[in-house]
Each structure stands twice: as structure tokens, then as C-alpha cells.
């Protein structure tokens, strides 16, 4: 049986995901990989991943398979884990970049012994940008589910429900304000200026969880979608309802109106490493060079009629 798979990105209500996760399957269910030198790490990963000749994720992933393990988390990068796991497995939480790094800094300094000055800690290269190197530089729109810190609830109420479970709405590791670093103006232009990914990567995943939700509410089977676009050019996506191995029926509506329809069949190599329904032939394309006029361009999962794009040419 294969496990969830966690990515903590840190200071996004982790701790208080991992302690319902505990709390719902025991301690004795639950594989922890926060590195060598953390105490928190398993045996069980300990063994596999940091010990003298360990023989890495895929033999981790083998023993956990034959196991009781339920729940698999760390501060890790999604691609240590994902390809073995699958997308339908994972999921991770993000927060407002400019809160998470500040949050992070007040973690250290109370936790860990940081004595680097606030701005010597943000503009270093390994704390810049960590949701985005962590899972938004992979197909993230494939996981399970990427939720969001300030919608904790809601995102925990949609993983609950698509995955039947029911995982109590802890909270945990919470700092006191009083430990804040006074930030000018100035200071979180500076942060978001070194962040600029992160910024845009988070935008972006309140967009797509807000689908996620309004599926959720009107109770049908969620479509996962990414898509390129150049206008006048072409659509180039991917789509796929997750446990389902029909591909999807995508429709192309130029001004409103359905004008081609197409599957997505098509080979993704990156979605195969991802474990995807179809192993990863979930691709389509529409050529636009036949509507240089549109004033509008949406592609719609036909048999759910859910929107996967919108574009409205600005006049």
C-alpha cells in the first residue's frame, strides 16, 4: 500500500497537518524524513536514505509498501519522492511568500540559533523561493492536492472529502507575535523582489485550488489541467480525471461557442514520471491560427463543463 506524501515546505501549518495525520493514524503509521541531522527523521528512513550504503527512495518506498505506513512527510523536495509515490498521492501547503519567509526567520532565531541579520537571511540563495523549488517547479497541478495556509480549513475539509478521511483541524507551532521582526515598506518589496517566483507560483495556486473548491461544491469529479497559451497561436495542455484511465473530452469555445473538440491522449513524459492515470497520455492541443479574430478563447472539460481556461483579448 502506498502511503500520502506530504511535502512540508516549512511555516505552512505542516506541524499541525502532520499532528492530525498522528492523531488519525498513530505514531507507528506515520515515516518522517527531515534530514541526517534531525532527531525527527524514522529509523525506517533513517536506514534507507542517510545511512552507510543506504539504498535510497525506492527501497524506502518498497519497505513502506509492506508496511503499515499511512503518511510519509518531510522538509523535502517533491521529486525525491513523487515518482515512486505518485500524484494522485502527494499533496503540500503553501502560504503568502512574504508571511512564510518572516515566520521562518522568527522559527530560526527561536529554534534553531540563527544569528544572521533578517535581510542576510532572506537574500540567501537557499531561502529564496523555497515553495517554488520545492514542488512549484514540477506539474503540481497533477498532486492531490496543494492547499493553502490562510484557507487551512477549506483545504483540509477538500482532503478529507477526496481522500475519506478525517483529519482534525489542529493547530500547532504557532509564534507569539511579540517575536516579530519589525519589517518596513521597503523590507517586503525587498523580500518579494528576491521571492518573485514564489509570488507567482502561490498566485497561482489560489487560483486552482478556488476550482478545486467550487468542484467540491457542486459535488462533481475535479478535472487536473495545465495548459500553455499563445493567442492566435495555439493551446497546448494537458487534463485528467484522477482514478480514471478515460481521456478527457476537451472542447475548444472560441467567442463562447464550441468550435472543435479533441482527447486528451496525447504522450506527457513528464506526467508518465508522475504517475498519472494513462501513464502520462493525457496531452492535447488546439491550433488558433484559424481564429486570429477571437475576441475569446476557453477550453472546457466537456463532461463535467468545467472551464480550464479563460483568455479575453484586451482592446
Known amino acids: 500500500m502506498k502511503p500520502l506524501l506530504f511535502i512540508h515546505i516549512p511555516k505552512t501549518a505542516g506541524t499541525s497537518l502532520n499532528k492530525a495525520a498522528e492523531s488519525l493514524f498513530g505514531s507507528h503509521a506515520i515515516e518522517k524524513d527531515y534530514g ?7 529509523p525506517l528512513v533513517r536506514h534507507h536514505i542517510y545511512a552507510a550504503g543506504h539504498h535510497g527512495p525506492f527501497a524506502l518506498i518498497e519497505a513502506i509498501k509492506s508496511s503499515q505506513t499511512q503518511w510519509l512527510t518531510g522538509h523535502v523536495h517533491a521529486d525525491r519522492y513523487v515518482n515512486l509515490i505518485g500524484c494522485d498521492n502527494t499533496i503540500s501547503f503553501v502560504r503568502d511568500t512574504l508571511e512564510r519567509v ?15 541579520s533578517f535581510e542576510n537571511f532572506y537574500q540567501d540563495p537557499l531561502e529564496t523561493n523555497k515553495q517554488f523549488r520545492m514542488i512549484g517547479q514540477m506539474p503540481w497541478q497533477a498532486f492531490h492536492l496543494v492547499g493553502i495556509q490562510e484557507r487551512y ?27 516579530r521582526p519589525a519589517i518596513s515598506e521597503k523590507t517586503y518589496a525587498d523580500i518579494q523582489k528576491w521571492n518573485e517566483r514564489d509570488c507567482i507560483f502561490v498566485q497561482h495556486v489560489h487560483a486552482y485550488l478556488e ?28 487534463a485528467f480525471y484522477q482514478n480514471n484511465k478515460s481521456p478527457v473530452e476537451v ?34 492541443r488546439f491550433v488558433l491560427t484559424p481564429y486570429t479574430a477571437a475576441q475569446s478563447v476557453s477550453i472546457k472539460a466537456l463532461n463535467t463543463d468545467q472551464t480550464l481556461f479563460e483568455w479575453q483579448r484586451q482592446t
Open 251 to 284: 472542447g475548444l469555445f472560441i467567442n463562447e461557442k464550441l468550435v472543435e473538440t479533441t482527447y486528451a491522449h496525447e504522450h506527457r513524459p513528464e506526467l508518465q514520471n508522475l504517475l498519472t492515470p494513462r501513464a502520462g497520455h493525457n496531452g492535447f
Open 211 to 238: 476550482k478545486q473548491i467550487e468542484a467540491q461544491r457542486q459535488n462533481k469529479p475535479f478535472c487536473f489541467h495545465d495548459m500553455g497559451f499563445e493567442a492566435d497561436r495555439h493551446v497546448i495542455g494537458w
Open 36 to 42: 541526517a541531522e534531525s532527531a525527527t527523521t524514522t
Open 102 to 116: 518572516v515566520s521562518e526567520y522568527v522559527h530560526r532565531v527561536s529554534k534553531e540559533g540563527e544569528t544572521r
Open 153 to 179: 480549513e477549506e483545504s483540509l475539509n477538500l482532503l478529507n472529502q477526496t481522500k475519506s478521511l478525517s483529519l482534525a483541524p489542529f493547530r500547532a507551532n504557532t509564534k507569539s507575535s511579540d517575536m
